[in-house]
């Protein structure tokens, strides 16, 4: 069974900086994009950031030039730095991961979701 577990949440003020992280764990093949999701209280679940194995990544204009998304490919992670965080970024943070299984498949996974709340 294929697991993301998020952790990095929490309570900033505005102005702050909060990175959060995300571990793929169990069997699977390999990891193909990342990406970090994030769902405020009666919205949608918008895309925030993701990145390719190659690095590669694609930012929401929301949060272009403060947020960073990396990856380690030998740990199976991915990481979003959030700097500059504003009241509007509160939502909760979901990891996602397009996986290869080891069945020949590919499969979409998500995390729990971890919340980030910015105070004014």
């Known amino acids: 069974q294929v697991q993301l577990v998020e952790s990095g949440g929490g309570l900033v003020q505005a102005g702050g900086s909060l990175r959060l992280s995300c571990v793929a764990s169990?069997?699977?093949?390999?990891?193909?994009?990342m990406g970090w999701y994030r769902q405020a209280p009666g919205k949608q679940r918008d895309e925030v950031a993701v990145?390719?194995?190659?690095?590669?990544?694609n930012y929401a204009d929301s949060v272009k030039g403060r947020f960073t998304i990396s990856r380690d490919n030998a740990k199976n992670t991915v990481y979003l730095q959030m700097n500059s965080l504003k009241p509007e970024d509160t939502a909760v943070y979901y990891c996602?991961?397009?996986?290869?299984?080891?069945?020949?498949?590919?499969?979409?996974?998500w995390g729990q979701g971890t919340q980030v709340t910015v105070s004014s």
């Open positions: 996602n991961a397009d996986i290869n299984t080891n069945w020949g498949t590919r499969r979409d996974y």
């Open positions: 169990g069997r699977f093949f390999s990891l193909n994009a």
């Open positions: 990145i390719n194995t190659g690095g590669r990544t």
